[in-house]
Structure formats: structure tokens, C-alpha cells
């Protein structure tokens, strides 16, 4: 059973118990296998309760995501204040790999989900629509507001680079994620080439020379 000493009084607090225990479970099996039920067994919540507040497995998972999503990029925000003068490249990359820090220790999961999205395209929409979330929000807090369709071709090609740099983020078991950190480098700079011949920046997005932000690159790379 997923539960601390003190079990969940609210229903948003059995509700995260339920996503918190879908997350456990699809480390080990497929989605597709995974019931309400046994979700609600893991959490300890009462199974009736447990189809009330999760709906299915799916919006549990996503949920988890959510959660996971908004504390990436909180910490980013909260590290980039502390950083003083940066560009808004740098801004961006810092929030991407802090995403990638955060899903570190949840491989198995992020590989459950992949398997999961090649069968079930509403499930790819909706991780999709997620991650395209968390790149506005990034550009947002970077300096970018992302508005109309420059804006909104921006967020694609970000999100085009962190999913191609995903691929090399799945294999780098690196304790400071260098391979990923190159790659998503080297995929920046290629944006910003392809941003500025169609004339999708108002301004220069680059207006320092690029480099990985090491701010508290000291704290534990996994949560």
C-alpha cells in the first residue's frame, strides 16, 4: 500500500494516493493490464471510492504526470531566478533538462508509456498535449510568450527537440545526464537555425553564447 503514516483525509489526497500507486504499477506491467482494482488495493482506498475519484488507469497516470510536470517546472523557475542575467535560450534548456531529471528515476514508465502509445492513439494525443504544456509554460517563464502562429510553430520545434533528444535520454545512465545535456545542445542550436531562416524569432532568442546552465547541478540529479 502506497499510504504514509497518516492516511489521506480529502479526496484529492486519495486521488493522488490512486495516481501515486497507477505510477508504482505501471513500472512492471503494461498499462493495459493494470486495473482499477489493483491500483486501488495498492492505495489502500476503497474500490468504489477509487472508480469515483480516477475514472481509469489513463487519467491516473496522466495525473501523476501532471504533478510530476509542475514541479519540474517550479524548481526550473526557482533555479533560473537564482541565476541572475541569462538568455532565453539558456532558459529553455535548463527547463528541458530539468524535465529530464525529474523522469530520471522513472524509465520504466516513461518505456511502460511509449510501448502503450504505439497501440492507443488517444493515449499519444494526450502525452503529447502534455508535453506541449510544459514547453509553453518553459517558454513562457524563459521570456517568450509564445503568442499566434510563431509562437505556437516555436513550442513545436521545442517540443520536436526534446522528443529527439529523448531517445538519446533513455540510454544515458550518466550521473549528470552529459550525453542527454550534448544532445540537447546540439538540437537547440538546430532549432534556432531553422527559427531564424523562417523568420519565427521577433528578436534574437540567443543573445549570448550558448551553454548548459549548471545552476545546482550539485543538488541530486534523481528525485
Partial sequence: MLQDSASPHSNDEKRAVLADAAWAL???????????????DMGGIEHGLAGALGGSVQRLVLA???ALDHQSVMESFDDIEDAGEVSIREK???????????????RAQIDQLNR???RHPELALCLLDGLEAVVRRVLVMAGDPAHGLKGMLR???VVAVFLATARVWMKDDSPDLAATMKMLDQRMV???????SLRLFGGKHGDQPIKIIMMTRQRAVWC
Fill in 26 to 40: 505501471l513500472a512492471t506491467h503494461d498499462i493495459d493490464k493494470i486495473g482499477l482494482d489493483m491500483v486501488a
Fill in 64 to 66: 501523476k504526470m501532471a
Fill in 190 to 196: 538546430k532549432a534556432e537555425e531553422w527559427g531564424v
Fill in 116 to 118: 502503450s502509445a504505439r
Fill in 92 to 106: 529553455i534548456i535548463e527547463g528541458l533538462l530539468h524535465r529530464f531529471e525529474t523522469y530520471a528515476p522513472y
Fill in 155 to 157: 513550442v513545436k520545434g
